[in-house]
Antibody
């Protein structure tokens, strides 16, 4: 059974950083890319970027470049997304999803991690 | 402002057929497959359609989709109460080197 299990909700102050984790099964980690998508309250989906967990390559949407870092730890089949210099409009549910490459279907999603940026 | 354009809402009575639209451009829908995701209230999105018109196993054949030029559509036939959800289209954009999503259509079963 494919599962992507994300870390719990976070509350951060403006200017802080947050690191969200996404634990996958080993075959997912070896064969798929992990993408990150966020959803602000009452809003639509916004793609943030991807990481190839096995090889370590990554890329992010231009909007987030300079503020987002995607990493992975192959020993525990976990991907991470760190977003720095948080602002109130970064308040959102952050999802990880697996894709067989950069382009393809997001066939399984994590349960989501709510990040609230609040002063 | 989403790159792909979807109507914000659609509705129908049980048993009806509802069609949702998704409009894009030559750099995304025009040269890429379209994907559709269903998001039930309070849950993560779920893959509904891949490669413009393919259903993953487990998705009822009441859901069908098509693509033409720079637009795509998702049809739900035999509408059921459990179809009440937000529906998002998505495509890879070659110019932005980005995935782009529509703003979503909220389907209400009357």
């Amino acid at each position: 059974q494919v599962q992507l299990v994300q870390s719990g909700a976070e509350v951060k102050k403006p200017g802080a950083s947050v690191k969200v984790s996404c634990k996958a099964s080993r075959d997912t980690f070896n064969d798929f890319y992990i993408h990150w998508v966020r959803q602000a309250p009452g809003q639509g989906l916004e793609w943030m970027g991807w990481i190839n967990p096995k090889r370590g390559g990554s890329n992010s949407a231009q909007k987030f470049q300079g503020r987002v870092t995607m990493t992975s730890d192959t020993s525990i089949s976990t991907a991470y997304m760190e977003l720095t210099n948080l602002r109130s409009d970064d308040t959102a549910v952050y999802y990880c999803a697996r894709v067989f490459g950069v382009v393809g279907e997001f066939d399984y999603w994590g349960q989501g991690t709510l990040v609230t940026v609040f002063s | 402002q989403s790159v792909l354009t979807q109507p914000p809402s659609a509705s129908g009575t049980p048993g009806q057929r509802v069609t949702l639209s998704c409009s894009g451009g030559t750099s995304n829908i025009g040269r890429s497959f379209v994907y559709w995701y269903q998001q039930l209230p309070g849950t993560a999105p779920k893959l509904l359609i891949y490669r413009s018109n393919q259903r993953p196993s487990g998705v009822p054949d009441r859901f069908s989709a098509s693509k033409s030029a720079t637009s795509a559509s998702l049809a739900i036939s035999g509408l059921r109460s459990e179809d009440e959800a937000d529906y998002y289209c998505a495509a890879w954009d070659d110019s932005l080197n980005n995935w782009v999503f529509g703003g979503g259509t909220k389907v209400t079963v009357l």
